[in-house]
Each structure stands twice: as structure tokens, then as C-alpha cells.
């Protein structure tokens, strides 16, 4: 009954939410249509071999309301198995038999409901009930016998059943994975040939274990056995990236496939973690150079040997400041390159921030949860901006391999990635551009679809939220800034123990658990001409003069700006100057050791917090005594200046661990304070600002909010209760209090959702937010 009160809340939701989008819209037909892209992963195991036919109608009569409307690219994306092997060890006759692995590695049980309630001792009680049941009900399903035929009579019965739809230009696409086997068995064409992997083992304490990438730069040993691409065989010495190419034309065409994603370990080497195959960074630059290049080949071949392919990427859910000096892949230069058609981050919150999910433990992965996945959104998002490729999150719901089921164990933190998500906005000199659509992952857990009440959730919510972002024209609150030109420069400079302390997207993510309203990012060369409320820099360090003009000239005028890295190596002098710090040099060993920090004057009112331990800046920090926020004895961590016209905040961060399967609590130091500090010192100038910001900040108490204007002047305010792992009791209610500016104190809110809006009219409101729960307020004006 729960369940189906969750559900039937959803309808009424989406009713709502679309008539007032509806209303709010120019009345015709061209304005009703969802502009967005749209793509659901399915394992082909689902599938039946012996009747594509019947498969394809099961799928359409449950998946139609997905795809209607949608105005962008719409299609499948396949796994075959998990692997390449099915393009790789393609012989260039259909009725050859797929290879397929056994599904031993599937950790599927039955189907997860409900949260864990109770203290975390009486939750883990429940967890381990839940996977006793599960165990109990264990099971796998396996692939049948398909041939290349076979799949292509599959594609053309989708794409026929899509033309009853209505859509003329269905896709069928397919994924790879770049380790040489997955979920238990290694592939055979990693057995023939283990020279296109390159392996790699430990490179870190807590980092994931040891594995292996497709390596496209790597050459091939000769090999007399035909193949589609390559009917003679591969000669001594033939690039991977080449015979990966001239492979998916011929299974491309053979098969009706016309997208391709590289997943894990395709795109970027090594997934899910701050580390790349050699550690923290690349061992040099020529590294980078390299691995750019080869991925850039694999696209070009890929685009040349079938150029009706859609090329797509999927980021490694890890922080995006990995990508280059971790996996040594430059991302921009891929895209700019011009064979990449979408970028994917794989925001798997739920899957990796949920806990109580997964047999093997209760706590998951918390760095890789839902403020995070927003941080690496925005910094993608960023570094995409000025080109052509499409980029969007991926919404999931339930796996086809492993146990969680993120849309029946915590739907409303799903409604708020689906809607923060849609609305992480890059902030251009023309305006904002949002992602451009969504992947949903999977389309089935097991045998099981997703039910109708299911889908009708995904699709309201998914068609309600790009419709409204399409029509947003401002997002309020602190605005990321990247800079190209700092990120390259800084690639000349990695070696051993160099950290500017400049994972901007990790840090932000870690702030806005209490709460702070980020929902958007810019590029550095472009500062001038846009507006934040206020903008947080990450390691400055290397920008070139032209922009730290600009943002001297900025802070003169009184802009509000943060500058996060390390005060010696991640923050430009200019800049610290400008708040009266400097650093001497370095302390022997202080690095290492946590440090007692204390408040200073600049200390905002925070419930709960105090003197905390931490591992303090590398280096002496001098800053002026009434400044001072907090400081580790005569160093400096958090510094405010808001004299005269001033807006100016300096944090060296408090680092963090990449730690599995702990609580959130233990990757931060075992403390939240400062974080919670830093947001309610941010909001601190976001009050000078004049702008939308949460105040009596509580470290027992974390939220997420973010709040946009669309080009009618309507605001909309969403909030969500998103964070496990901080406390233990049994009372998992969180509250905030929100300060609205002036231009909003006119508001008449609205809820699409079953928690109370604001009173109409009011210049502050107090959110009450039960466990896992989320709102949005609507203000009519």
C-alpha cells in the first residue's frame, strides 16, 4: 500500500506539474514537445532469440510513453554481453554464434523494496534480513543462442515497432566494456589476443582492485584468422584502435547498430575511483598525449567505417579532474576532435550513495552519491560547453546485473536527480545551456520491466523537467568556474606529492550537503560576461593574465568570490592578495598529521560545530586575524573578507578520503564540521549579495537545495534529504531554513509534491524534510 500511495502521488505530481508547465507555454503542438534526447540500456539476454517479434512487442506495449514526444534522438543502447568481443571476433558471417558469458556473476536476488528504517544498527538488522530473503530467492538469467542474424532480425523488429510509434528514426545502439571479461567470464578474444589490454594492479590503499583497459594505442600481433573488418586477418603490428574500427563497420552493418557507447574502461581507463592505472596522475604528459590520441583514433576509425553511427562516452562517475591527470584523457580535445556525438556521465547516485543495496555490505561508495555526481555533472558539463557534443546524466532505476533498485528503495531522491540534473546549467556569454537529454539504466532487472506506474513516474518526470529547463533563463546561487588554460598548465607540473588541492567538483560536492545552492558552472574566459551570485574558483594558480585581470576587476567591484586549492601551489598570489594572505614556506611532515583547527573571528553561527581535527594546509597561512574563520594553530584554513565592497572568501580544503564501503562520516576525517563551515561562510556572502541562500546552518542537519527562474519569472525551488552515513539515530527527518531575496518575497508557492510549500509571501522558510524525501516549489508571482 505504501508502495502504491508513492506511486499514485507520482501521477498526481506529473499531472500538475505538466498542466502548469502546459499553461506557462505557447499553445501549440510544436510547443509541447519534449526537447530532449532519450535512451534506455537493455541486456540482450532479455530478449528472446527463438521470437524477436514478441520480444519487441512486449518491450514497446510497456515502453511507448518513454519515447513519445520526444522531439531529439530516441533509442535502445544493447548490452551484448557485457563486452566487445561480439565486434571484436566478428568472422563476417551472420549465422555465426555470439559468443556470450555465463551470468555466474549476476548478483540479482529478488527485487528490493522499501526503505531501512531505524537506527543504523536496527538498519543493518534489516539489511542483512533483506539479503538472507534475497539469497533465498537468488537466481540468473541467461543469454540463449543468438547469431549476428539473429540480432539484426532484433533491430528491425524494434525499429519497426518504433514506426508504429510514430518515430521514423529509432536507434539501435550497442555498448563495450574495456576490461577483457565482466561478471565472470574473461572474453575469448582477450584470450587470443592479451596485447590489446593493458593491465594494471593496486595503485593505492582502499583504491579498487587490479584490472585491465582496452588499450587503442597498443599493437596487435599478426593473426591469420578472418575476420569481418579484416577478411585476411590482422597483419603484425596493426593498431587496436584500427581493427576496433574497421570490426564495427562490418558488425554495424551486418546487425543494424547505429550507436555505439563506450562504457568503463573504454572511454577512460579506469572507472569509478580518483585513481588512473598509474595512481594519482598520469607518469607524465606524453602519457596523456597518448591515451588522448588513441581514443580520439578509436572515434575517428569508428565514425569512417560506419558514418551513421552516434559515437557516445561514459564518464567514470569519479571526480572529472581525474580524466586528464588521472586517466590521461583530455576530453575536450576529444570533443573538439569531432567524432564524439554524446557524453554520458553515469550518475549513479543512488546505486553507489545508497546504502542497504548490495549483499557484500551496507555502506556503499558515498564519494560517487548524489551531490557528487552533481559536482562532475557541472565540470563536464563545463568542459563541453563550447562544443558540439551532447551531454546528459544518466537516470537510473534498477539493475540488470546486481541487486540495487534506486526507484523502489528511494524514489523522491530519484525525482531530485532527475530534476536537479536537468537543470545543471552551464552559464555562457549566450545564455545557459542545459543537458540535452537523458539515459535511463536498466530497463529490467532480471526478467522484470520496470511496471507501468514505473514508467509513467519516469516519463512525467523526465518530460515535466526538460520542458522547464528549457524554458529557464537563470539559475540562482555560487556558479563553478573552470579554466582550460589552468587544467592544461597544470599537467606540466604533476609529480610526486603535488596536490593544489583543486578537486572543485569533489569539494563542492562535499559543501552542499548543508545546504548550499549550486546548480550551475562557466568558464573561466567567459567570466565577463556572465552573472553569478557568486563564484567558486578551483586552483588559480595558472590562469593566464587576461582573466586574472578580469577577476581582480570583478572583486573591485564587490562580485562575490571563493577561491578553493592550496594557498602555496593551487592559488595565484594576485588572488590570495586580494585577502591579505600569504604563505611561508612548507612545515616538515605537517602534511601528514591531523591537526587540531579552531574557530577564529570570521566564525559563522553553525549549530553543532566547534574545534575539529583535520589534516591542515601544507603550509603556513598568514592571513589578516579578523579574517580568520578557522585555523590549525599559525596556518590559515578558511579565510572571509568582507570590508567595504569586498566579497572574498580563501579556503586551503580540508582533503578527504576515497574510501569504499565506509560511512560518509569516515571520508570526512570522522568530522562534518568543516564543510558545514565553509557552506555557512559561503552563504555568508551570499547574504551580502543580496541572494537566495539557506541560513542557521546545523552540521546534524543536512540538505540539499537549488532554485532556478524561467523566462515567465517563475521560480522553482527544489530540496531533498539525499545524504546516509552522517548520523546514526533513528531520526533521518532533516530541516533548513531558506532566505528568499527580495525580488521573491511576492511569492504564491506552490507544492508538486506532499511536503508544504513555503506561506505565500515570505521572506524566509523553514523546510521540514522527511528520510529521503524531496519538493519542489513552484512560486507564482
Known amino acids: 500500500m505504501r508502495l502504491f500511495n508513492t506511486f499514485v502521488c507520482a501521477l498526481l505530481r506529473r499531472v500538475a506539474l505538466l498542466a502548469m508547465l502546459v499553461s506557462a507555454s505557447v499553445q501549440s503542438h510544436a510547443a509541447l514537445a519534449v526537447p530532449a534526447d532519450r535512451w534506455l540500456e537493455m541486456d540482450l539476454y532479455w530478449f528472446d532469440p527463438a521470437d524477436v517479434d514478441a520480444s519487441a512487442d512486449r518491450f ?51 527485487s528490493l523494496r522499501g526503505q531501512l528504517d531505524g537506527d543504523t544498527a536496527q538498519r543493518q538488522r534489516a539489511w542483512r534480513e533483506r539479503f538472507t530473503a534475497a539469497k533465498r530467492a537468488a537466481h540468473s538469467v541467461s543469454y540463449g543462442r543468438w547469431t549476428y542474424a539473429d540480432l539484426r532480425r532484433l533491430t528491425d523488429a524494434m525499429r519497426e515497432r518504433a514506426r508504429r510509434e510514430g518515430i521514423s528514426d529509432f536507434r539501435m545502439a550497442a555498448f563495450v566494456v574495456g576490461q577483457d571479461g565482466a561478471y565472470g567470464d574473461p572474453m575469448p578474444f582477450a584470450r587470443r589476443h592479451p596485447e590489446a589490454f593493458t593491465g594494471w594492479g593496486e595503485v593505492a590503499p582502499g583504491a579498487l582492485a587490479s584490472s585491465s583497459h582496452f588499450d587503442p594505442v597498443n599493437a596487435l600481433r599478426a593473426d591469420s584468422q578472418p575476420l569481418g573488418g579484416l577478411p585476411q586477418g590482422i597483419p603484425e603490428g596493426f593498431p587496436v584502435h584500427a581493427l576496433f574500427a574497421a570490426q564495427w563497420g562490418a558488425v ?53 567505417a560506419n558514418p551513421r553511427t552516434l559515437t557516445m562516452m561514459y564518464s567514470t562517475a569519479a571526480t572529472a579532474t581525474a580524466d586528464w591527470r588521472g586517466n590521461g584523457i583530455d576530453l575536450e580535445r576529444i570533443a573538439r576532435d569531432g567524432h564524439l556525438d554524446i557524453f554520458v556521465d553515469q550518475t549513479w547516485a543512488g ?179 556572465v552573472r553569478s551570485d557568486l563564484l567558486l574558483f578551483g586552483a588559480t594558480n595558472d590562469l593566464p593574465p587576461a582573466q586574472l585581470d578580469v577577476i581582480k576587476r570583478m572583486a573591485g567591484q564587490g562580485q562575490a568570490m571563493a577561491f578553493f586549492g592550496a594557498v602555496a601551489s593551487g592559488t595565484h598570489s594576485a588572488l590570495s592578495g586580494l585577502l591579505g594572505v600569504s604563505s611561508v614556506p612548507h612545515r616538515p611532515n605537517v602534511q601528514d598529521r591531523m591537526l587540531r583547527a579552531v574557530p577564529g573571528a570570521a566564525w559563522p553561527a553553525v549549530a553543532n560545530a566547534g574545534a575539529f581535527n583535520a589534516p591542515p594546509p601544507a603550509t603556513q597561512v598568514r592571513a589578516p586575524a579578523g579574517s580568520v ?79 532556478w527562474v524561467r523566462e515567465d519569472g517563475k521560480v522553482r525551488l527544489l530540496v531533498g534529504n539525499l545524504e546516509e552515513g552522517l548520523r546514526d539515530d533513528a531520526d533521518r527527518s532533516r530541516r533548513m531554513t531558506l532566505s528568499f531575496p527580495r525580488s521573491w518575497h511576492g511569492c504564491r508557492w506552490q507544492s508538486a509534491g506532499g511536503i508544504p510549500p513555503p506561506a505565500a509571501g515570505a521572506n524566509q522558510a523553514r523546510i521540514d524534510l522527511p528520510p529521503q524525501g524531496s519538493a519542489l516549489f513552484l512560486c507564482d508571482r
Request: charged share 15%; with cysteine; net charge negative.
Open 60 to 110: 514497446w506495449a510497456r515502453y511507448a510513453p518513454l519515447y513519445r514526444g520526444v522531439s531529439g534522438h530516441r533509442g535502445v543502447v544493447l548490452s551484448v554481453g557485457l563486452t566487445a568481443n561480439f565486434i571484436l571476433s566478428y568472422s563476417g558471417d551472420p549465422a555465426q554464434q555470439i559468443w556470450l558469458p555465463r551470468t555466474s556473476g549476476q548478483e540479482l536476488g529478488h
Open 252 to 304: 554495424s552493418k551486418a546487425c543494424g547498430l547505429d550507436g555505439l557507447m563506450l562504457r568503463d574502461s573504454f572511454s577512460f581507463p579506469r572507472a569509478y575511483t580518483r585513481y588512473g592505472p598509474w595512481g594519482q596522475y598520469v607518469p607524465d604528459n606524453a602519457t596523456a598525449e597518448r591515451n588522448t590520441a588513441g581514443l580520439a583514433a578509436l572515434l575517428r576509425g569508428v565514425k569512417q
Open 351 to 529: 546505486a553507489w550513495g545508497e546504502v542497504g543495496v548490495r549483499e557484500q555490505t551496507f555502506w556503499n561508495a558515498p564519494l560517487l552519491g548524489w551531490t557528487y555526481q552533481l559536482g562532475t555533472l557541472l565540470m563536464h558539463a563545463a568542459v563541453l560547453a563550447d562544443t558540439r557534443v551532447r551531454h546528459y546524466p544518466l537516470i537510473e532505476t534498477f539493475d540488470a546485473w546486481e541487486s540495487w533498485n534506486t526507484i523502489h528503495t528511494a524514489p523522491e531522491r530519484l525525482r531530485w536527480a532527475i530534476w536537479a540534473y536537468s537543470h545543471a546549467g552551464v552559464k555562457t556569454p549566450q545564455g545557459l545551456r542545459m543537458p540535452a537529454g537523458a539515459y535511463i539504466s536498466w530497463g529490467h532487472h532480471g526478467e522484470e520491466l520496470l511496471s507501468d506506474q514505473d514508467v509513467g513516474f519516469l516519463s512525467g518526470e523526465l518530460d515535466a523537467a526538460a520542458w522547464d529547463a528549457a524554458q529557464t533563463v537563470d539559475i540562482a546561487g555560487p556558479t563553478l568556474v573552470y579554466s582550460r588554460d589552468a587544467a592544461a598548465a597544470q599537467m606540466s607540473r604533476l609529480a610526486p606529492g603535488f596536490d593544489p588541492r583543486d578537486r572543485l567538483d569533489e569539494q563542492v560536492g562535499t559543501i552542499i550537503k548543508w545546504p548550499l545552492p549550486v546548480l550551475s558552472v562557466t568558464r573561466a574566459e567567459w567570466l565577463s560576461q
Open 629 to 707: 574563520v578557522y585555523s590549525f594553530g599559525n596556518a590559515a584554513g578558511l579565510v572571509l573578507d568582507q570590508g567595504g565592497q569586498r566579497n572574498l572568501a580563501l579556503w586551503d580544503p580540508v582533503p578527504f578520503f576515497d574510501y569504499w564501503y565506509r560511512p560518509l562520516k569516515d571520508l570526512l576525517n570522522g568530522d562534518a564540521t568543516p564543510y558545514a563551515v565553509v557552506a555557512a561562510t559561503l552563504n555568508q556572502q551570499l547574504g551580502k549579495a543580496g541572494a537566495f541562500r539557506a541560513v542557521d546552518s546545523d552540521v546534524a542537519h543536512s540538505g540539499t537545495v537549488s532554485a
